[in-house]
T-cell receptor, first 111, second 117 residues
């Protein structure tokens, strides 16, 4: 699976949009981009995933560049409860969901 | 409840003892995973079960670690002769393998926190 690179940490003001970048320059055509987050002392939680089109759900939006070498997770109106470590994962279509979690981005939402 | 259930939530044991950690996946989920997370670190993959296929054990750190799964239900992770470096949160996840083998989302339990004294 392709390797991902994320900033170690980010801050965001409460009520503002949080934009979390992820680089995956070696992504191949059958690899999906997945985002999970882990709030302190809890198990990871699925957020969203996509292949090449932008995706939106009730939690977030995922913007994937046309060349698919990077993506951005957008939390449109961050709240204090969104403080967590956010993981960007790239995985093959038929890999059996064996996710490999890197270091992720520690997002701190501040009042 | 409808989520992934793990037990015990906390386990303190002495070095050298064996421990068993249990995971009840979401009903109908064919895939089950075990991960380990040491304090302040990321998740390490341990083992993966998918239906009746042979499990992927490539992440198990030593032969002291083993896991079993009965059909598509409960799984048990066993650590023999525990060491202090085994102290971590052990997370279980399950997923429903979608038609065509595409990746579906993983649902994680709250984890079992193991402390080896």
């Amino acid at each position: 699976d392709a390797k991902t690179t994320q900033p170690t940490s980010m801050d965001c003001a409460e009520g503002r949009a949080a934009n979390l970048p992820c680089n995956h320059s070696t992504i191949s055509g059958n690899e999906y981009v997945y985002w999970y987050r882990q709030i302190h002392s809890q198990g990871p939680q699925y957020i969203i995933h996509g292949l090449k089109n932008n995706e939106t759900n009730e939690m977030a939006s995922l913007i994937i560049t046309e060349d698919r070498k990077s993506s951005t997770l957008i939390l449109p109106h961050a709240t204090l409860r969104d403080t967590a470590v956010y993981y960007c994962i790239v995985i093959q279509y038929n890999a059996g969901n064996m996710l490999t979690f890197g270091g992720g981005t520690r997002l701190m939402v501040k009042p | 409840g409808a989520g992934v259930s793990q037990s015990p939530s906390n386990k303190v044991t002495e070095k050298g003892k064996d421990v068993e950690l249990r995971c009840d996946p979401i009903s109908g989920h064919t895939a089950l995973y075990w991960y380990r997370q040491r304090l302040g670190q990321g998740l390490e993959f341990l083992i993966y079960f998918q239906g009746n296929s042979a499990p992927d054990k490539s992440g198990l750190p030593s032969d002291r670690f083993s896991a079993e799964r009965t059909g598509e239900s409960v799984s048990t992770l066993t650590i023999q002769r525990t060491q202090q470096e085994d102290s971590a949160v052990y997370l279980c996840a399950s997923s429903f393998r979608l038609a065509g083998g595409s990746a579906g989302e993983l649902f994680f339990g709250e984890g079992s926190r193991l402390t080896v004294l």
